[in-house]
């Protein structure tokens, strides 16, 4: 079986696991905040707070930005559940927009007519590794004094010109699932260069604790912190993120060459855009009589795992909304994510590439 995803623990993740086993300190110690420092000089930003997943990253972010009852936070309708249910969490209303055409995340030229009087902010999710437009997102915020919330869980080290994704906006959250470039099976990370939101966000972490009077709590806070074990895992794949980006990108690398002239589709990379190779996800166009579906079966029949793309919100019961959002219903309709991670090797990829050209009559 060709997997999906995997994680690759080849750098000091098992000594600082043995570490911490060893110093019988399980929660509470000192690798999270290394772990904190660590990821903070990666994204370039001064505060960094570890979570227990990326989805508590997205609302204590929120919470932190003063998200609350009646407020409205536009989101991209094509992105994971989870960006959508952490504004729910907040008792706000996630307001959706349609996917660019050409890279699928955000489309900017839409969000202004989604905009009303109580809206307080845009998320920016960076899909599938490409970062969204944050120069026309920040331009419109600004101009609308709104708040910017990098969703960056897909996108650890990409890049939008000379920044790092998650340093941009107001925050940026990331997830270290257990499929992510970076992971610690589970986590979150919320990163920020604004002192007072860093400091809600560690509260609220632990239940709104106040630290100079135990046991003594002014806010209704969550219990969303990272184990030390998590972290310790996490210390040592960031302090090798190069390495699994750079291995990534080799593994696009081979997809895309392999791929080209045959009428698929993928990303289509921006001139401001330095783009991280979460998942190697093509569109495969109604050229091809051949449902997506019908594609993912057969791979599965030839030991190879792939995804379809994430359901938009808005045909989700829960989120549905009668709007138009003709390019995500497309996207989500004919595309999958093929097997990427950094444990593939050349000839995986070859299998992958002569299956699902096979498949589709090439």
């Not at 002192?195 to 509260?203: D, M, N, P, S, V």
């Not at 190779?277 to 079966?297: K, N, P, Q």
């Not at 995804?307 to 019961?317: A, E, I, N, S, T």
């Amino acid at each position: 079986m060709i997997r999906l995803a995997g994680p690759v623990l080849r750098g000091r993740e098992r000594q600082y696991i043995q570490e911490c086993l060893d110093g019988n300190q399980l929660s509470g110690g000192a690798f999270v905040e290394r772990f904190e420092r660590a990821f903070a000089e990666f994204c370039g930003t001064r505060h960094a707070i570890a979570c227990s997943n990326g989805t508590a990253a997205l609302h204590l972010a929120l919470k932190a930005l003063g998200v609350g009852v009646g407020d409205e936070v536009i989101v991209p309708t094509l992105t994971f559940v989870a960006t959508a249910n952490a504004v729910a969490y907040c008792g706000a209303d996630p307001v959706f927009v349609d996917a660019h055409p050409d890279y699928w995340c955000i489309d900017p030229e839409q969000i202004e007519a989604r905009i009303t009087e109580r809206t307080r902010g845009i998320i920016a999710v960076h899909l599938y590794g490409h970062p969204a437009d944050m120069a026309a997102i920040q331009e419109i915020a600004n101009r609308r004094d709104l708040f910017v919330l990098e969703d960056a869980a897909e996108a650890h080290g990409a890049m939008v010109i000379d920044q790092r994704v998650g340093s941009i906006g107001e925050a940026g959250c990331f997830s270290f699932y257990g499929n992510k470039i970076i992971t610690t099976g589970e986590g979150g990370m919320v990163v920020t260069d604004n002192g007072e939101l860093a400091h809600w966000a560690r509260k609220l972490r632990g239940h709104g604790y106040t630290p100079d009077r135990r046991y003594y709590f002014d806010a209704v806070g969550f219990n969303y912190r990272m184990t030390e074990l998590q972290a310790a895992v996490g210390l040592g794949q960031v302090e090798d993120a190069k390495w699994h980006i750079a291995r990534r990108r080799r593994v696009a690398d081979w997809y895309m060459d392999r791929l080209a002239g045959y009428g698929l589709r993928w990303q289509k990379l921006q001139p401001w855009a330095e783009p991280v190779d979460w998942l190697m996800s093509i569109v495969i166009g109604e050229s091809y009589r051949v449902s997506r579906d019908a594609v993912m079966d057969n791979l599965a029949e030839r030991g190879i795992e792939t995804r379809p793309f994430f359901v938009p919100m808005h045909k989700l019961p829960v989120y549905a909304d009668d709007g138009l959002y003709p390019i995500a219903d497309y996207l989500a309709e004919r595309g999958l994510s093929l097997p990427t991670h950094a444990g593939l090797n050349e000839d995986d990829v070859d299998r992958v590439c002569a299956a699902l050209l096979e498949t589709i009559g090439q």
